[in-house]
């Protein structure tokens, strides 16, 4: 069974920074790609940074240039450095990876269980 685990989550002043954190445990062959969602109140869930295993990334043009993703393989953990933050990032801020399994190769998504960001203006 593989479990997600998120941190870093808070309540932070406009313009100011907070590190995200993704870490995956259990049973695996190895880790995929690792994502970044996010779901602001009364809204859908969206798509917030992407990380593939060769370490090229992505970015919503609301946050490019102000987020960071990164991952570090060795410790199964994904960051998601935010800096410059708005009233509008505030949201609840979800991890997915995408595993292999070690007994049939096969590839799933699992999630975290989210991790609250508030943004006061």
């Known amino acids: 069974q593989v479990q997600l685990v998120e941190s870093g989550g808070g309540l932070v002043q406009a313009g100011g920074s907070l590190r995200l954190s993704c870490t995956a445990s259990?049973?695996?062959?190895?880790?995929?790609?690792m994502t970044w969602y996010r779901q602001p109140p009364g809204k859908q869930r969206e798509l917030v940074a992407q990380i593939r295993s060769d370490n090229s990334g992505e970015y919503s043009d609301s946050v490019k240039g102000r987020f960071t993703v990164s991952r570090d393989n060795d410790k199964n953990t994904m960051f998601l450095q935010m800096n410059s933050l708005k009233p509008d990032d505030t949201a609840v801020y979800y991890c997915k990876m995408i595993f292999s399994s070690l007994q049939t190769g096969r590839m799933s998504a699992y999630w975290g269980q989210g991790t609250q960001v508030t943004v006061s203006s």
């Open positions: 259990g049973s695996f062959a190895s880790i995929g790609t």
